[in-house]
């Protein structure tokens, strides 16, 4: 038995979201109390409608799909668009993160807060900060808001992979923007693609390039390369398709070397947050596995005196 409609988080295709109940629903048109006054919205105004039941998680339908307990929504059959539209659609749900030693990107997965990092921007601090960048639209006026949010939660870390799930804490009913995991990495090279980030520290910067090559190997892992422009800052931060979905995380470039940046496929960000469970950090116990130090160097080459025999000596 499903539990009463708390709020539903309905977003339009400019990027604004409305939280707030569905009353009632027709094919052609929604109407959504705000308290003092309801409102109708045309159906083809609307991208994406995530139902909130009480206690339960959010359910998207319209153009996206909730995976079930996975905190994350992969997209329908989305049209291609360009950068620009694309940015202006998902740039809102791209956050810097900053913390004492240095800071990095990250991008929103869940109307609750949860965002996507690298392990490595946060990794050994629990004093984390968010910045977030909501464009206000009033009477045809765009104004850009930064709101900074102090209290951001580490909830699951795999340094293995260099993914980390964080949470923001913020206020009941505050709306926020989410993007779309690829569903499958059905990857190509010469591929259109686009990060958002923060390069030096540089907020909200796009920069484009294509798929240089699918699968790059690493130590073990696969990374997508791109000729995309990845500096320090960008690490975390999403790396999109031309329809918007997010197929990779971007965290790191050859040093010295231009166009050779690298992304960690969005396969292995489904598979962290599925299982999530299996990462999950605690302050007290990190569980950050053994650190071994390198063995001193051998200064003298040979056999030691007390091995050799009279007749080697």
């Known amino acids: 038995m499903t539990g009463r409609v708390a709020a539903d988080t309905v977003t339009l295709r400019d990027g604004r979201q409305i939280v707030a109940p569905i009353i009632k629903e027709t094919p052609q048109t929604l109407w959504i109390d705000l308290g003092p006054t309801i409102v109708s919205l ?9 139902r909130r039941q009480t206690g339960q998680e959010a359910a998207p339908d319209a153009a996206g799909t909730a995976q079930a307990g996975s905190l994350y929504v992969v997209a329908g059959d989305l049209p291609e668009r360009s950068p620009k539209d694309l940015a202006a659609r998902f740039g809102e749900a791209v956050i810097l993160v900053n913390t004492p030693s240095g800071l990095g990107s990250g ?14 921007v946060i ?15 009033q009477g045809g006026v765009s104004d850009m808001r930064r ?3 102090d209290d951001v939660q580490i909830v699951a ?21 989410t993007v779309y995991l690829s569903p499958a990495d059905e990857l190509l090279a010469g591929q259109d693609v686009f990060a958002i980030g923060a390069p030096l520290g540089l907020e909200r910067t796009l920069s484009t390039g294509v798929i240089a090559t699918t699968a790059r190997a690493f130590e073990g892992l696969s990374f997508i390369q791109t000729t995309t422009q990845i500096n320090p800052g960008n690490s975390g931060g999403p790396l999109f398709n031309t329809r918007g979905e997010v197929i990779g995380v971007t965290n790191m ?15 292995y960000v489904r598979d962290f947050l599925r299982h999530r469970e299996a990462f999950a950090y605690d302050k007290n116990n990190p569980n950050s596995g053994h650190q071994y130090n390198d063995p001193p160097q051998r200064q003298n080459f040979g056999s030691a005196p007390e091995l050799l025999d009279d007749a080697s000596r």
């Not at 991008?107 to 490595?120: C, K, L, R, V």
């Open 42 to 50: 045309p159906r083809d105004e609307i991208e994406r409608i995530d």
């Open 123 to 137: 990794q050994g601090e629990t004093k984390i900060r968010a910045t977030l960048f909501q464009m206000l639209r």
């Open 107 to 120: 991008f929103i997965i869940h109307p609750d807060g949860y965002a996507i990092t690298n392990a490595h």
């Open 157 to 177: 870390v795999n340094s293995a992979v260099d993914l980390a799930l964080i949470k923001l804490s913020v206020p009941a009913g505050t709306a926020l923007p």
């Open 253 to 267: 470039k050859i040093p010295l070397g231009e166009g050779l940046g690298f992304a960690i496929p969005s396969r």
């Open 147 to 149: 709101t900074v949010i």
